[in-house]
Every structure is written in C-alpha cells, then in structure tokens.
C-alpha cells in the first residue's frame, strides 16, 4: 500500500491546511499530486472555507516530483504516467482558484516542491528552508511551471543562476530576492501562514498570481542579452541539452507571456524525460543513494559509535588532505610526521586558505578548523584516538611496521585504517592480532577535494568498523562505497586495463595527443597520457607492478615511462612528459618524444612493418574503455562490489567519467555486452589477454543480457565474514 497520503484540516478560522505527506521528502508521487486535486476540490466546494494553507508533514516541504516515476516513463516511453500538474494542478486548480493558498515551507522545497509553492498567492518560510530548482541536474527542466514562476518572483539573473547550477537557495536569501514573503520560526509556521491566507481572502494582503508578474522582468532588450550571455555559458556543457532547452523555455514566457512559456515548458520537459541525458542523470542519482545501503551491514540495527580524535601517519599529500577533510568536519585530528619542520601541517593551512580564496569557506571556519589539528612527531597522542589512518607510501613491510606499532598504543576500540591504493589488507595487517578492526580508507587525492572514499574490507573485518567509516565517510561529505579487499579495490583495478588499453594503442602507432583528445572529447575531464603526467611516473610504474604480478597475462609491458624516466621526464612535476607544462598556459605537445616512442614502439613490435594501424576515433575510444568494462564485469563477479550501480557512481566520483552517460557499466549496457564482447574477442585475437573476453561478460552476451544487475551480486555479501 502506498505510503502517500494528503490530508486536509479546517479550523474554525475558516482556514483549510492541506498537507502533503510521503516519507521521507514528500516527494510528489502520482497519489500525492491526485490527492492535492481532491482536497482541492473539495476546499473549493466547501462554505467554510475562505483559504488554504499547503504544507508538508514532519519538516518538509516538498522534494519535488517523485524520481522513480521517472524511471517507469524512461523504460516504458509512456509519458501519458506523467499527471497533468502544470495547468491543471498549479495553473488552474491553485493559482487560479477563488479562494487563496499560501505555502508553508520548512525544510525543503524542492523541484516541484518549489513549483507548487511558488503557484500559491504567498510563501511564509522558516529561515533555514532550503529552496531550489534542481531538475538541470536530473538532464530536464522544471516540468510545473518553475521556468516561468522563478524569473518573475527573483528576476532573470537570479532565477538562471539557480537553474542552470541547480543550486538551492536558503529561504533567508529568498526572502531578500522576492522568493518569499516573509520569514517565520517554525513553531509559528503554520500561524503565520493561516493569519497571512485569511488576509488576503480578506483584502487586507495582495492576491498575487505569480504567473501574471512582470515586475521583476526587464526590458525585452536586456532580457535577450542575459539569455545570450547565459546560452554562451551553457555552450561550454554541449551534452547537456536541458540547459539551452531550459532558456528557450524562460525566453518564451518573456516573449509571449507566462502561459506560452507554461505550455512550451511542459512540451520541452517531456521530450527531455526520454533523453539519454535524462536517463544516465536519473540513474546516477539513485546509484549515489543506492551506494549508503549495504545489505547486512546497514539497515539491521547497528549504530555507529562516534569518532572524535583521528590520528593520522603521514604529512604527505594524501595524510595533509585527510586531516584538512576531517577538521573541517569538527573531528579532532593528529597528524603525525617525520619531518619537525611540519609540513603535512603547512600543507593543510594552504588547503584551507585555498578553500577561502575559492570562496566556501570563510576565515572564522578556517580558524576554527586549525584549532581541532595538532602536529607531533611521536606516538604520544595514540593511546586517546578512536581512529588511525596511515598514510605513507606504497610500501608494504613499512606500513606493516606501523600497523604492528599503533596495535600496541590505541585503544582496543581504535579503527586502523590504511590508505593504501593496491596493497591487500592481510598483508597489512599480517603482523598484528587486529583484523577485525583494520580497514582500508582509500581516498582520491586531493583527499580534500575529491568525493569518493572506497571502505575496503576483508574477510576478517567487522562489520561495526565498516559502518563506523561509512559514517566516518558521510560526515566528511565523502560518498562511500564498500568494497571488497582485492588487488587494486574496485576503482584502480576496474581502470588499469584503460591504462594498460592506451598504452598498446599508443604502441599500434597511434598518436599519443590524439589518443588524449579522443578520451577528452569523450567526456573525460583529461586523456590518459596527461593524466599519467599529472600521477607521476613512479606512482604509476609501481601500481603497474602490483598489475602485472596479480593480473598474469591481462596486462600490457611496454618500456615508455621507464624511457621518458631516463630522458630525465617526471611529467607535470618537473614540467616534461608526454606534455611540456609552464606556469599559466595550457600542456603543450612534445614533438621532442617522439623519437623515444618510436624506440618503444620498436621494442613492443606491435607493428612490425612500423607503420601505424589506421583506426576511427570510435575504435580508439572503444578499444580503451571496453577493457575496463571486461574488468568491471569481474569486479561485478567477484562480489568486490555490492552492486553493478556502485561501479558507476565510483567511475564517475573518482575517476571523473562522463555523468551524463550514467557511469561506466551504464554507458556500456547502452551499446550492449553483445557488441562489447564481440570487440574485445576480435582485439583478443589479434593483440591478447589484455582484451579477453571475462566469463561473466560472456555469459550476460552470450544470454543477451544488460552487464548491470539489479540485485546484489552473489558474492558481495557482508555476512561472508
Ligand atoms: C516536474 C518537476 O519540475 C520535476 C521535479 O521536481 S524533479 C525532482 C526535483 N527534486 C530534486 O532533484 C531533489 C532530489 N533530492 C535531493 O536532492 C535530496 O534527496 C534531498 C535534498 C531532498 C534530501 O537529501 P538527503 O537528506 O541527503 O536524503 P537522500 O538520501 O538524498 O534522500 C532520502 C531518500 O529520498 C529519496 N528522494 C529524495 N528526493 C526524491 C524525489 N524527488 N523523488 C523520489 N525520491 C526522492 C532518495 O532517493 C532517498 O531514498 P532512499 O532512502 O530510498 O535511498
């Protein structure tokens, strides 16, 4: 039975509260919008009603039209499920209607949430409310009049911003912007609010339509400036169409009044619910949300313990990035270094006062958070921390030492977390009696900056450690994802064989800028060769290392980055690599290193006749991500993962894979295991194991299946521990 439910209660004032209730956000679910029709209605029909006040139950608002349902018209194409809301509901039911509505806004009003507020004749908010229309990040536009109601409430500049960032807004701001028209504690909402309906139904207040506003509209001259400066911006987004879509939408009402743009709106909404960005952004923002639910862990009663002092070894760039996360989370954070001369500390202060000059974080914050971070030299601070996170090199009898020593020093509650990338947790811990409690934190440098943090555990890792990280994980803003201990985790070990993929192409003979531009043109914030510059060469050959020993026979040798290491390149770092970098302009091609590829490409005899294969920048773009894709399917197998989904949100969070294609394994199920397993048998067949074929990929072709699954894999269960 569904749980959405509207409910309509009549005080003796003569003031009708209708309340919206569907847990936990109140989203807009096709029986919230046919049950706000109904006491509509029947607020219409009654004498002793003179207004309405709409609300939303236990602290919120509205989060806006119910997503999944999003989901049903995108696998059906059905859109007639998508109920007449904008004309029907907010036009003529609540704008339109002979009595008036208020809107009495706590928590959030989001989307449609927002669309229907801003249909009543006022909005009352608490301070705090967040408000916004965020659909542009879902790939389509505000569906219940919000490109129309939105400029004519805040004006065109604001309204845009709002959109097109899909950044909500405090109803604090929104009262200074015309948003809102007034401000109440949220013990007096609903006072307010019923005070403020009865005057208008009165006369005493004004009985605004939003949608016949021009007052905070300009003149049609400047107006078609701002949209074109706005449609200039948008251009730098080319895959995603809703932002263009959206201003036509915005410059129609300007044009020919709110109704056309209304109508407009709603035609540009539809056409967008069935758009491949659309589906790839809907899906990435249940599989970011799917990534919190981990069976048997979360979801059966256990609690996480609070974490208030975390130690962490290593002031490099990885141990200065964590401290400076957590302490701008209000934990308590130690850092210790080798060095006296602190620098993990001076890098946190620079990461911090990066922060502010960037413009999130203010002074009194930045004070606030070096107050919580103490540099030491020693162990003397451990026996007092509920966490330890070492951070040093990749090296294994090293971080074995440590983990030997902090077992002593912390208390028996302690977490000890590693940061390694690669290295299995068993092997970390070996020399220890503390499996239980050890854990892998890997984080994406800047730790600061970047979202994802992978939570890899082992067989021997208990559960309430995990969940204590995950917790650990949100507090800090991070997405966390659980995975299983494995060579590489989910995130390197699904996109070593891209690296290993370009590589070989590379040594088929084709251009490593082109390569670069392909991959880029792609989507990806940078080309696998710039990005092996800006990693370094040592990080890199050593993780290639670990590869070729854990992944015999899949992997691709070459001799390049040993070659470009002897011709004294370091890549971004000493300024040469396969790029030339200069302070304040953009990496510049080295036509100095093709003599060193040639040699390579000499040795790996790839093309024994020298010359190079002639291949499409399709073929390129395939032969280097269906490799990852192979790998994807194993880490899927393997149960590394707890669901095909998290691959995608970790693609995308920590490898910066194109979100409008919905994460990797999304995108691949768009083109089919079929085809994919057809391309990589023939590339198997011609250039080896780097292209072979997984038999979890097989089978899923072999049945005509998707390579996502909706259920947990069978091997990523936590109760396997
Ligand atoms: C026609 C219209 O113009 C079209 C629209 O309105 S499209 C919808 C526009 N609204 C949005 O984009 C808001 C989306 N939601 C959010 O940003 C965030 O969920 C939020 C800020 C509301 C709450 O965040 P937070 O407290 O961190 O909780 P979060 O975990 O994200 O969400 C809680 C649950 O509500 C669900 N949820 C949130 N908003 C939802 C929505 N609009 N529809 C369906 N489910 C929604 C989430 O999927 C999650 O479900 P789960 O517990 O089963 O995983």
Redesign the pocket.
């Known amino acids: 039975m569904s749980k959405a439910t509207v409910s309509m209660k009549i005080g003796s004032d003569g003031v009708a509260i209708i309340t919206m209730s569907n847990p ?2 109140n ?2 679910a096709p029986a919230v919008i046919a049950g706000l029709k109904e006491k509509y209605a029947e607020a219409m029909s009654r004498r002793d009603v003179k207004a309405i006040v709409l609300t939303g139950e236990s602290g919120k608002f509205s ?6 349902v ?1 989901i049903e018209v995108q696998k059906t194409g059905d859109l007639s499920v998508l109920p007449d ?1 904008s004309v029907d509901l907010v036009m003529k039911t609540i704008e339109g209607a002979e009595k008036p509505s208020v809107a009495a806004i706590h928590g ?1 009003a ?4 927002l ?1 229907l507020a801003m249909g009543c004749h006022a909005r009352i908010s608490t301070p705090d409310a ?1 408000l916004g ?3 542009l ?2 790939g ?1 536009i ?3 009049g ?1 490109t129309q109601r939105l400029p004519r409430l805040v004006g065109l500049q604001k309204a845009i911003e709002m959109m097109l960032l899909s950044k909500p807004i405090k109803a604090k701001e929104g009262y200074g912007n015309g948003l809102v028209d007034t401000i109440a504690p949220p013990e007096e909402l609903l006072t307010v609010a019923r005070r403020w309906a009865l005057e208008i139904a009165e006369g005493r207040k004004a009985w605004r339509k939003t949608l016949d506003r021009t007052d905070r509209l300009s003149a049609l001259y400047e107006t078609r400036q701002k949209l074109y400066a706005f449609r200039k911006y948008s251009e730098r987004t080319p895959n995603m169409p809703q932002n263009q879509l959206c201003l036509d939408a915005i410059e129609e009402g300007i044009v020919h009044g709110g109704y056309a743009g209304v109508l407009k709106e709603s035609r540009i ?1 539809k056409e967008l619910v069935l758009s491949s960005t659309s589906k790839s952004l809907v899906h990435v ?2 599989a970011l ?2 990534t ?2 981990v069976p048997n862990l979360t979801g059966v009663g256990l609690r996480p313990r609070p974490i208030r002092k975390v130690a962490i070894i290593g002031g490099g760039l990885m141990g200065s990035g964590i401290a400076t996360a957590l302490i701008l989370s209000d934990i308590h954070v130690v850092l210790k270094e080798r060095d006296p001369a602190f620098r993990g500390l001076k890098t946190v202060e620079a990461n911090l006062k990066g922060l502010v000059k960037k413009g999130p974080l203010t002074q009194e914050k930045m004070r606030k958070a070096l107050s919580l971070l103490k540099g030491v030299l020693d162990y003397s601070e451990f026996e007092c921390v509920d966490m330890v996170i070492e951070a040093v090199i990749e090296n294994a009898p090293l971080k074995q030492t440590i983990f030997n020593e902090v077992e002593k020093l912390c208390p028996p509650h302690c977490i000890l977390a590693t940061t390694t990338s690669t290295i299995d947790l068993n092997i970390v811990g070996k020399n220890t009696n503390s499996h239980d409690r050890i854990i892998g934190a890997h984080f994406f440098s800047p730790a600061h900056v970047m979202p994802l943090l992978e939570i890899v555990w082992s067989e021997k890792t208990s559960p309430q450690v995990i969940l204590d990280l995950m917790n650990i994980g949100k507090m800090m803003k991070k997405v966390p994802i659980v995975v299983q201990n494995c060579t590489g985790f989910a995130v390197n070990r699904t996109f070593f064989p891209y690296h290993h993929a370009s590589a070989l192409v590379l040594h088929l003979g084709v251009d490593p800028y082109r390569i670069d531009r392909v991959i880029r043109k792609f989507g990806m914030p940078m080309g696998p060769n710039q990005l092996a510059d800006l990693v370094g060469y040592g990080v890199v050959s050593a993780a290639n290392v670990i590869y070729s020993s854990a992944f015999k026979g899949r992997t691709f040798e070459s001799n390049l980055l040993e070659m470009m290491i002897q011709d004294g390149r370091k890549g971004k770092e000493n300024g040469r690599g396969f790029y030339l970098y200069q302070r304040g302009s953009k990496p510049k091609p080295d036509p100095s290193l093709q003599a060193i590829i040639d040699e390579s490409r000499r040795h790996a005899n790839l093309i024994p006749s020298g010359k190079s294969i002639s291949i499409s920048d399709q073929e390129i773009m395939e032969m280097i991500f269906f490799p990852a894709v192979n790998e994807a399917c194993r880490v899927i197998d393997e149960g590394v993962v707890v669901r095909a989904s998290d691959i995608d949100a970790a693609s995308i969070l920590g490898m910066g894979f194109p979100r409008h294609r919905g994460g990797l394994l999304f995108w691949a199920d768009t083109l089919g295991s079929i085809y994919i397993f057809s391309k990589l048998k023939n590339w198997a067949n011609a250039y080896g194991g780097l292209f072979a074929p997984s038999p979890y990929l097989e089978e899923r072709a072999k049945k005509g299946l998707p390579l996502s699954t909706t259920t947990s894999p069978p091997n990523a269960s936590i109760s396997r521990m």
Do not use: H, T
């Not at 989060?63 to 999944?68: L, R, T």
């Not at 989001?110 to 949430?113: E, I, M, R, V």
């Open positions: 936990p956000v989203a807009l989060g806006g039209f119910d997503i999944s999003f809301v959030l989001l989307g449609g949430g669309e967040l229309l965020p659909e990040s879902l389509v505000p569906g219940f919000g909404f923002f249940f949300r799917a919190s639910k």
